[in-house]
């Protein structure tokens, strides 16, 4: 079983060095470069080992870059270095990371959810508090089937490969479809950004669910 | 732009520089002036730790919703608040259970009664019904917080006598035992639960033992090994009505998987008390309850017992309708009429809520009948 994605609040970085400029705030900003000011002179003494030593930090399932991707500055290998580990304190504000995700419920109703890059669709259910009922009822573990979504062609087509335990769990699940995952496995990429997902009804109705039930 | 200020400008001195810092600190913590007139006029601390449950006779007088709307979450009825457990009891029962590591599923599946229970009833005789094979299920239904994972830890091997142990410990006649779903293990864990069973039994022969199981899958002859292990009272929930199953169920469960371990049961121990368990409140109809019951009497089920589903994390399913305790009493008259053994109903009925008094009066009637 792929190892479930590492909690939302580590994140490794992502290239770039710039502060979010939606902040007109010049207080938040000015506290902000007090806190990089201040970080910075810690780091630089953390970071004078080999760079190495923090490619172990990211074990995301889904954060695929590394603290330490290339600048395109050509700043100094260090001073990079700190800029970027420093950005992490920055960036907790800053939106860049954040994927949204329009779910339709089961009555036809738009839901519309933030997440961060790296959780997993049960994860921006539940953090969001989304009326879905009965979602996600084994805590995303696979070992149950009610967080069966049903995804758009092109997206489905990008998704990662299914394992065999989510495919003997999604089996299991009612109204079963040709782009159909569990969300508890699906982690959010940059690319995910604005995509609609499906819940699938999970009865029909009373008629059908008796005929599932003596074909049993 | 982080990288022009990454330096701290020349210009700086450390007091302007402290003060800018206390100042951004300020912004961050007070609190804006309507924030403060609610702390002081706003609700205080003793109203919140009440710790007075509502009289019976305001029970007829709740206006509140009881069916569910639209986007809507209900908010509990009085009928179904009960007192935070404490107490001598519930210590002690909670003390010996850590030190054998034995689990219940009173406190996995968080039961309202817990408190009521632990602390002993009117005789107080505390009961728990103790959880063997583990605290974590390999189904996930949506009704249950039971934890949930594909591969739990294996099997204690000392559990059945530890069970034993403890149960001998706390002196009852009656006691409950239940398990999770072990679908990893090739018997379901029949094996254990009975040899918990005959334990048991061995140490304590004129206890009362009921376990209510799992269904096996559907392996008929594991539900043979647990029948046949000594117990006194089969318990099997069908949880809902045939209706809702699919929803409301892990999709491996099935009403009439169900319906067979029971009849198997009876079938190889005749003697043997079969009951079985309903939830009300998860969108069922009268007539599909009526149906279910009276397909449960016609398997030859003994006992049932009517409870509400009350929703124990926000993953779960959402309540929808609290039953009223008149109607639970008009369910209890129908399974009376029906022909069960006895029929437990009421909001907060569970299926091992004070199954031992009940059982227990049950047999004190029939046998000062049969001296009469």
Redesign the interface.
Known sequence: MKPRPAPSHWQPGTCGCDVSSSNSNMAVSGFRRLLVISECVLLKRLCQPAPSRSRHLSISRCGRNGLFSSSSRGASSNDAWGRRLLNTGARLQSSKDKVSVNFINRDGEKLKAEGNLGDSLLDVVVHNNLDIDGFGACEGTLACSTCHLIFEEPIYKKLDDITDEEMDMLDLAYGLSETSRLGCQICLKKWMDGMTVEVPSDVADARETKDIDSGS | ???Q????RSGLTLPV?AR??C??LR?FSALSDEKKALLQEGPDLQEFINGGLSDKKSWEEYRGNLKRQ??ERLRLPPWLKTEIPLGKNYNKLKNTLRNLNLHTVCEEARCPNIGECWGGGEKGTATATIMLMGDT????????SV????NPPPLDPDEPFNTANAIAEWNLDYVVLTSVDRDDLPDGGAKHFAATVSHLKERHSKIIVECLTPDFRGDLKAVETVAVSGLDVYAHNVETV??????VR???A????SLRVLKHAKEVKPSLLSKTSIMLGLGETDS?VYATLKELREAGVDCVTLGQYMQPT?????VDEYITPEKFKYWENVGNELGFLYTASGPLVRSSYKAGEFFLKKILRERTAEKN
Request: charged share 35%.
């Open positions: 732009m982080i990288r200020h990454a330096q701290p520089t800018f810092v100042s951004q912004v639209k986007g299920c390999t189904r996930g239904c949506r009704f249950c934890k949930t994972s594909r045939r209706e809702l199953q699919r929803t892990d999709p491996r099935r009403f009439d998987q599909q926000k993953r779960h399913l959402k």
